[in-house]
């Protein structure tokens, strides 16, 4: 009988998440042209929340106040809530490749930032991909073409905050995810509350589906991924986020007729290439476990 290894399914369910990740976002960028920003993040927290609700039932209202750390707590939220009001904002006038672009080199900044807020030390290895990334994100952003601009910047911004996310996020550890999933989108919620009254259009039926549909596609997604990281190791999976930028690249092509320019296809190279040396260095800085002796 055959049987699929868990190392072979969580690589292939970190590969469905990162399709339905760009499939969300692509669905995003169709609404955010007929709605405002604040709209699709309010429609979106309350059919993600839908979703969330029996685990929610499951693990306790109570667990979901008592949290570590809530000064952290809360500057994750207002970080996550920047960086994705950033990206349907940048999502609304660049192309999906291009905004994705900005998004992958995340794990960058979260390496320069990482002496800072987490006391890491930072090798060779590391500086070397740093270097790599930044310098693939100015090619990106080309200062005299197309990536260049407004949104550009507001890209930029964002997946700064996605950095700055991901840091608070490791020093919670110990917050289980179905909090920090559900605080995340009570942010995203409540900003778009605020914002939606501004430029409100009454969505058809059709549309009112497809804005809650982003939320649900986007649960799915890190339900995907998170199961993901239980199966196989995080150093394995790390690499295949990288098909974000391939499924950008088709869907775009395919509904918004996109056609990638060369600038931010050489850019996004070298900021893949700097995530993977990131990859490497995160393995050779990782301590050989060796076997204990017998007396």
């Not at 039926?205 to 804005?211: G, K, N, R, T, V």
């Amino acid at each position: 009988m055959f049987r699929i290894s868990p190392t072979t399914l969580g690589m292939a369910m970190m590969l469905l998440g990162m399709f339905l990740f760009t499939a969300n976002d692509a669905l995003g960028k169709w609404l955010v042209a007929s709605y405002s920003v604040g709209q699709v993040l309010l429609i979106r927290s309350l059919g993600a929340l839908c979703i969330l609700l029996p685990f929610i039932f499951a693990f306790g209202w109570r667990n979901l106040i008592r949290l570590e750390r809530p000064k952290v707590q809360l500057a994750r939220v207002c970080f996550s809530t920047a960086e994705v009001f950033c990206f349907y904002f940048a999502v609304r006038y660049m192309q999906l490749a291009d905004t994705m672009t900005f998004w992958l080199a995340a794990p960058i900044y979260v390496a320069l930032l990482a002496p800072i807020f987490l006391r890491e030390t930072v090798g060779m290895l590391r500086w070397a991909a740093i270097l790599l990334g930044f310098i693939g994100v100015i090619i990106a952003l080309e200062p005299t073409g197309q990536g260049f601009g407004f949104a550009g910047l507001i890209a930029v911004f964002g997946s700064f905050c996605f950095a700055l996310m991901l840091i608070t996020g490791r020093h919670l550890r110990q917050t289980p995810d179905i909090a920090l999933v559900f605080w995340q989108l009570i942010g995203a919620g409540l900003a778009g509350f605020v914002a939606a009254p501004v430029g409100w259009i009454m969505p058809s039926s059709l549309d009112w589906a497809l804005l809650a549909l982003v939320g649900v596609v986007a649960m799915g997604a890190h339900l995907c991924v998170n199961r993901a990281l239980k199966l196989a190791d995080a150093g394995l999976l790390a690499p295949l986020q990288y098909t974000l930028l391939l499924w950008a690249i088709i869907l775009g092509w395919i509904f918004f007729d996109d056609i990638p320019r060369t600038s931010m296809l050489v850019g996004a190279g070298i900021i893949v290439l700097g995530g993977l040396l990131l990859v490497m260095s995160e393995k050779q800085s990782r301590p050989k476990l060796t076997r204990p002796q017998k007396g």
